[in-house]
């Protein structure tokens, strides 16, 4: 009985007092839809900040892994390097002896020659002084078989 008395009061009632209650109920929607919007959107701000703080890991895992790639590029670099010097060098200490086995070969030739030279210089070297001698103190000049006549 009750309800039907509220109903008859609110029929009663003057048009604005009607007007009032429902943009009061109205105004209840709203701040219950804001509320809403207000949980929603802090969920779409705290989905914003995860999102950020992933993108942030992610970039720090990127800078870290170009630097990781750097220095393992350097270090492969740096063994590069080293193992063309050592073959360098060995190539180097190669050639150096294949130089010296050379000289040396050159130089026992040499020593060899100059024995020989020393071995003839022995046998005939007096009979060469004294062929030069003769040469020189027993001139003997000779007209050439051919001789061109004087023009006049």
Request: no cysteine; proline share 4%; glycine share 2%.
């Amino acid at each position: 009985m009750q309800t039907s008395n509220v109903q008859s009061r609110i029929q009663t009632q003057p048009p604005l007092f009607q007007l009032l209650q429902s943009h009061h109920s109205l105004k209840d929607q709203i701040v219950n839809m804001a509320a809403s919007n207000s949980a929603g959107i802090q969920t779409l701000l705290d989905a914003e900040r995860e999102a950020q703080k992933i993108v942030q890991k992610a970039r720090e895992y990127r800078t870290k892994r170009v630097k990781d790639a750097r220095s393992e590029a350097q270090k492969e670099i740096e063994d590069y390097k080293k193992e063309k010097e050592e073959e360098y060098k060995k190539y180097e200490k190669e050639q150096q002896s294949g130089n010296k086995q050379a000289e040396e070969k050159a130089e026992k030739d040499t020593q060899q020659q100059l024995e020989d030279l020393k071995q003839l210089e022995k046998k005939s070297g007096p009979g060469v002084v004294d062929d030069l001698l003769k040469a020189v103190v027993d001139v003997r000049p000779e007209v050439p078989d051919r001789m061109e006549q004087p023009v006049v």
